[in-house]
């Protein structure tokens, strides 16, 4: 009881924190030259798109949260048929990376513009329309790097030996700062190349250019 008092005293003041970090980053990545980011600006962006954040945060992971039980789910239904398992746990896969991108676009959304919940990962999905497959590695990248992260940090903790030397025990745990200190770059870099994939597909609709893999206009849209 006391250890689950304790993750849930420190799990709030890092959600704060990371929803501080979250809203100036994309506020800062979002201005164009010559606007910089102030004090007063990232304070205003905060008091504006936390609540939708927050909402957006909420419904981004009830999403998630279902749909990676349903590949495991199907695997275990099939099971006995490898040949038909294992694809299924592959194409699960793909997706999963897939809505994870298209879930981090949404969360962009809701910061930036008056949008929440599924009408922001609405906004996020129609602003990837012709560059999906570019998006898609771009998140297979990110999660790739920070995967690597987390499987080093489990072998890390999980590794950990009282009757090793001082030395060792110093040198584990400066390596292990140092892959907390690397995760946190990730995170934020992940949140400065989504903000730019954002502006930038933004722009290219807001011109009315959309063109197909033929190289012809479709159409014009507006967001």
């Known amino acids: 009881m006391s250890l689950l008092r304790l993750k849930l005293l420190f799990s709030f003041p890092t959600s704060v924190l990371s929803l501080l970090s979250f809203v100036s980053t994309i506020h800062a990545a979002s201005l164009s030259p010559p606007h910089r980011p102030s004090f007063l600006s990232i304070s205003t962006a905060i008091k504006l798109a936390w609540k939708r954040v927050v909402v957006t945060s909420l419904c981004s992971y009830a999403i998630f949260l279902l749909y990676i039980q349903l590949p495991h789910l199907f695997a275990a239904a099939f099971r006995n048929h490898p040949r038909i398992s294992l694809p299924i746990l592959v194409i699960g896969s793909g997706i999963e990376v897939y809505l994870m991108g298209i879930l981090g676009l949404g969360l962009v959304v809701s910061a930036l513009e008056e949008k929440f919940g599924w009408d922001a990962f609405r906004v ?16 297979c990248i990110l999660v790739g790097v920070s995967g690597w992260i987390g499987n080093r940090f489990e072998k890390l ?51 009315g250019v959309n063109h197909s893999p ?7 849209f507006t967001v």
């Open 157 to 207: 903790t999980d590794g950990e030996d009282s009757s090793k030397s001082g030395v060792w025990t110093v040198m584990m745990g400066w390596e292990t700062m140092g892959l907390m200190w690397f995760y946190g770059v990730v995170i934020i870099w992940s949140f400065i190349v989504t903000t730019v994939f954002y502006g930038d597909c933004k722009n290219r609709l807001s011109k």
């Open 124 to 139: 996020g999905s129609d602003l990837m329309a012709g560059r999906r497959v570019c998006w898609w590695w771009v998140t």
């Open 214 to 220: 033929s190289g012809t206009i479709l159409s014009d």
